[in-house]
């Protein structure tokens, strides 16, 4: 079985380039899930958990009016595909950890089905 070098691949996401919603969001995913997968002493856990936060406190930068996120940071226009990612992933930490960040409006914002999307209401 091939090592999984997991240092290497969270740093690969830690510092990708691109400062979009998707990006920064799978920067902090997968560490949610680190100490799931190995044994960490207190020093990688909170450096774990520094990593996560840190993109949480980006996120307001994201927001939109209508409580969803932009792609890119202070555009005004939400992108449900980052907004539905996000949203996942913030739901994540505050299982394992509290948040300061709740995005006003969008824990009770109702998902819409967008114009065009490939799901159909369907009639039976």
Known sequence: MPVLDLDMRLKYLIEY???CIEQITS???PQLFVPD???TVSDETARIKKNI???IERFPRYQTASGGFAYWPGNGD???WGTSYAGHFLKKPVM???IPFSPPGFRTRKT???PGSRTKNRTT
Do not use: N, Q, W, Y
């Open 27 to 29: 920067g902090a995913f």
């Open 112 to 114: 819409r089905r967008e």
């Open 37 to 39: 997968l190995i044994d």
């Open 53 to 55: 936060m840190s993109v």
């Open 96 to 98: 394992k950890f509290p």
């Open 78 to 80: 939400e992108s449900p």
């Open 17 to 19: 380039p691109h400062g």
